[in-house]
């Protein structure tokens, strides 16, 4: 454990040197933030409400993006050589890799947050307990699909390939961008095997919900699930030297990380209520914006004057 924690300190300190992770980690989920509820939500809270799920979600993705480059680099660098001159393993590396990341995200998710109750009047954000453990399981998880990433591939340009294909399906086809909702449906049955997806329908289910995290069981077990396989199977195929390579059968086995998403994802399509659910939540959103004022909040009709009487 202390070894763990050495790597983190000097990795927190490497990361907040370097501009681009500063720019990827805070800038452009901000940005991400600015145009979801201004452009997309139209400053409504009710829709602000209903995007903020996705804006954390692609907050918490780019945990994959970003470590998965920052380790094959090391390796080509020849920086993973020096560490492994330490008494250093695999185990310790990633590890340190993983909760690096989670430190320096959640104040990103923070500023978020504070920014969606004082700029947008969002007045809640449902259920707190179950939105803190979505999202510390989504950081947890999502780094460490990053690590798998950075053992499977053997060059940079190899691995900007693999993320942007990854990152594409991620994006498009999870709810990220585009509400689950309005997805026709074998499109909507097809997402739910995608990691993503069950991040996303977890923090809806907390935030627009309200829900315990309980409720949220099934994406609970995918994303811890996938969180234990990645992180073994990552330490298995760890390569400290760049002239190392892996063979095709290690990847086989590295594809083995989708496993539980996909039993997920049979249970999830056999669950029509958990549709119906994520329908609603849409529709609310959409009805409660465009709704008429109630007849207390409608303003009262002015009273004429009397008219003058006859002469």
Do not use: C
């Not at 924690?5 to 992770?21: D, E, K, P, S, Y």
């Not at 990152?167 to 585009?178: D, Y």
């Not at 609970?220 to 073994?232: D, K, R």
Request: glycine residues 6%; positive net charge; without cysteine.
């Amino acid at each position: 454990m202390r070894n763990i924690w050495i790597l983190t300190a000097i990795r927190m300190r490497l990361a907040m040197r370097n501009r681009a992770f500063i720019f990827f980690s805070l800038v452009m989920p901000l940005a991400f933030l600015f145009v979801f509820a201004s452009i997309f939500g139209r400053s409504m809270p009710q829709q602000v409400k209903y995007l903020l799920p996705s804006v954390l979600a692609l907050t918490v993705m780019g945990s994959f993006w970003g470590l998965s480059i920052q380790l094959v680099l090391f390796r080509e660098q020849g920086i993973l050589r020096r560490f492994h001159l330490a008494p250093v393993g695999p185990f310790a590396m990633l590890a340190s890799s993983i909760i690096t990341n989670y430190v320096l995200t959640i104040p990103t998710i923070v500023i978020e947050l504070f920014l969606v109750r004082t700029v947008w009047h969002v007045e809640s954000f449902g259920n707190l307990l179950g939105l803190v453990v979505m999202i510390s399981l989504g950081v947890l998880t999502f780094a460490s699909f990053g690590l798998i990433v950075a053992s499977v591939t053997n060059t940079m340009q190899e691995t900007q390939v693999i993320n942007n294909l990854i990152w594409f399906a991620f994006l498009f086809f999870s709810g990220a961008t585009f509400p689950i909702a309005m997805f026709p449906a074998w499109l909507h049955r097809a997402s739910v095997f995608l990691p993503a997806t069950h991040l996303i329908i977890g923090l809806q289910l907390v935030v627009l919900g309200g829900l315990p995290i309980w409720k949220a069981g099934p994406e609970v077990v995918a994303l811890v699930t996938g969180l234990v396989m990645s992180l073994f199977v990552s330490t298995k195929l760890f390569r400290w030297e760049p002239e190392e390579r892996i063979d095709r059968r290690a990847k086989l086995i590295a594809a083995a990380v989708v496993i539980p998403f996909l039993l997920v994802g049979v249970w999830e399509n056999a669950q029509s209520e958990r549709r119906r659910a994520l329908q609603s939540f849409f529709g609310s959103a959409q009805q409660r914006e465009s709704a008429p004022p109630s007849p207390s909040q409608a303003p009262a009709p002015q009273q004429q004057p009397p008219s003058a009487p006859p002469r």
